[in-house]
């Protein structure tokens, strides 16, 4: 195998695929980066056996082949080289690469040794614009459980229907709820549910002027683009039916600016239990007060002007996940909905004639107030 690339080209596609390399591991090749030579340039994998990308970068190729170097070495090297062509040589072992005055040999290990990554037919499968799909992902994947008493709740639910795609996560304090359009599909609808470790190196690999086809094979889901792929393992197990914990009668609302409310929350919040990260949200005609009393710490109060003509309301929250919601809702004002105290409460944002609102609902769960 021999070609000639250059420093850039080289340091992005190891780069790529330099995150999904194990930290530690009981096989050897897993530590390294599949190195494919073909005519029209290189491809470079790597897999921790959950996750797997495949990057496409032009190069210069004079004799095609296939070899495994070192990953986490080679992109060391490829970020110090000069802006120079690589010249890059692989013979049985010896992988060698020369960029200027600079010379490098590695060890390799066969082309053989490295596992295969899932086949995935992408014809049949879906497609979304990437900055669509990556805002979805951006949107829902922060709420995943951590816990690891219920695996399911540790992936993010994903709807995939005829034109629509849909992302679902909970740990079971908060939830959220994203809808966008999408392309045509052969199936009708298919529900996964992915790890958010998987769309993290989507959110690496591609940018969002990418096309980007989604396709499902047995127990394996595949993203891919002209010139990158990523593979995961899908998570198993029954999803909970989250309709059923969405109210549909919370009579109330306010409306709320979001940066005022953050705001607020952030400084009172420096005096919240530590344990429950509670704050009050006391709701009034036109004025929201929050406010937190800590026994062991004190009090602090304070309060913003919103638009509610509602009955005199106390909801406690903590405060940690409401920020965490507030930080994803794009739009200035948002909508709180609310029934009573001991029932989640809703946040959705508000959009504009210039900037309709995403199709995107975030609930979170309230704490007892009592003092």
Known sequence: MQFTITRENLHQALTAVAATIPARTTLPVLSNVLIEAEEDGIRVSGTDLDVGVRVGVPATVSEPGSTTAPGKKLQQIARELPDEPVEVHCVRDEFSMACGRSHFRLNALPASDFPALPQIPFEGGWQAPGGDLLSLIRHASYAVSTEESRPVLNGVLWELRDREMRMVATNGHRLVRMTIPAGPS????????????????????????????????????????????????????????YEQVIPKDNDHAAIIDRSALASAIRRVAALASAETGRVRLGFEPD????????????????????????????????????????????????????????????????GTDEAPAPDYLCLVMPLRTVR
């Open 287 to 350: 004025r929201l007060e929050v406010n937190v009393v800590t026994p062991d710490l004190g009090e602090a109060r304070d309060e913003i002007e919103v638009g509610y003509d509602g009955p005199p309301m106390t909801i406690g929250f903590n405060a940690r996940y409401i920020l965490e919601v507030l930080r994803y809702i794009d739009s200035e004002e948002l909508r709180m909905s609310f029934k009573d105290p001991e029932r989640a409460a809703v946040l959705e944002p508000i």
């Open 186 to 241: 052969v199936e009708i609808t298919t529900q996964l549910v992915v790890p958010p470790v998987a769309f993290g190196h989507v959110q690496r690999i591609f940018g969002p002027e990418d096309g980007i086809r989604v396709a499902k094979a047995g127990n394996q889901l595949g993203f891919a683009s002209p010139s990158a792929e990523v593979y995961t393992r899908l998570i198993e197990g029954t999803f909970p039916n």
